[in-house]
């Protein structure tokens, strides 16, 4: 069973840029059918989806951040990972990271809180 | 952007009730919709796919249906346990970019 794990700073000042790691395990990141997923939850609000990958490379990203966003994969240590510069305080929120079988997400992880604040 | 919108926002119930949700594209997304269950503290979990298909192990008191209209779903709970007091999310997965409706809370009455 395939476990994913986001890592990253909690905390990150305003107008600087957001590095966040998702390492799989339990599986290969080199796998056809899956897209790996960035997911963001706003404080006690709902979903947002960021973006995806596929191993091969493709991405697609929402075009509300895509100025902002690089999402990239890294086979060799079976994690992708996500950009995100010059951050706000409307960038605090819940990531989490997630497969996609297709598209819908099937294994998720716990998620780690990123606070953008000086 | 494709629309999701799940009504209602909250729903009150009891163990052993049937509950609907509903969830209703301003666009067709055929029968590209799945369904999530999140509970505080934790992410959400993947319970049906394509509209109707139940995720492998999620129990069958679960279920989704489509419409002809391609723009309406349901999720059902057909006798509700106390782990399913959560909120509940649909996605469209064909429109990009990919879409969440804002949450049903099923709580308890």
């Known amino acids: 069973q395939v476990v994913v794990q986001e890592s990253g700073p909690g905390l990150v000042k305003p107008s600087e840029t957001l590095s966040l790691s998702c390492t799989v395990s339990?599986?290969?990141?080199?796998?056809?059918?899956?897209?790996w997923t960035w997911i963001r939850q706003h404080p006690e609000k709902g979903l947002e989806w960021i973006g995806f990958?596929?191993?091969?490379?493709?991405?697609s990203y929402n075009p509300a951040l895509k100025n902002r966003l690089t999402i990239s994969v890294d086979a060799s240590e079976n994690r992708f990972s996500l950009k995100l510069t010059s951050l706000t305080a409307a960038d605090t929120a819940l990531y989490f990271c997630?497969?996609?079988?297709?598209?819908?997400?099937?294994?998720w992880g716990q998620g780690t809180l990123v606070t953008v604040s000086s | 952007d494709t629309q999701m919108t799940q009504s209602p926002s909250t729903l009150s119930a009891s163990v052993g009730d049937r509950v609907t949700i509903t969830c209703r594209a301003n666009?067709?997304?055929?029968?590209?919709v799945a369904w999530y269950k999140q509970t505080p503290g934790k992410p959400p979990k993947l319970l049906i796919y394509?509209?109707?298909?139940?995720e492998r192990g999620v129990s069958s008191r679960f279920s989704g249906t489509d419409s002809a209209s391609e723009t309406e779903f349901t999720l059902t709970i057909s006798s509700l346990q106390p782990d399913d007091f959560a909120t509940y999310y649909c996605?469209?997965?064909?429109?990009?970019?990919?879409?969440f409706g804002q949450g049903t809370k099923v709580d308890v009455k």
């Open positions: 996605q469209q997965y064909v429109n990009f970019p990919l879409t």
């Open positions: 339990g599986g290969s990141i080199n796998t056809d059918g899956f897209y």
């Open positions: 990958i596929h191993f091969r490379g493709r991405t």
């Open positions: 394509k509209a109707t298909t139940l």
């Open positions: 666009e067709t997304v055929s029968n590209w």
């Open positions: 997630a497969r996609g079988r297709g598209y819908p997400l099937d294994s």
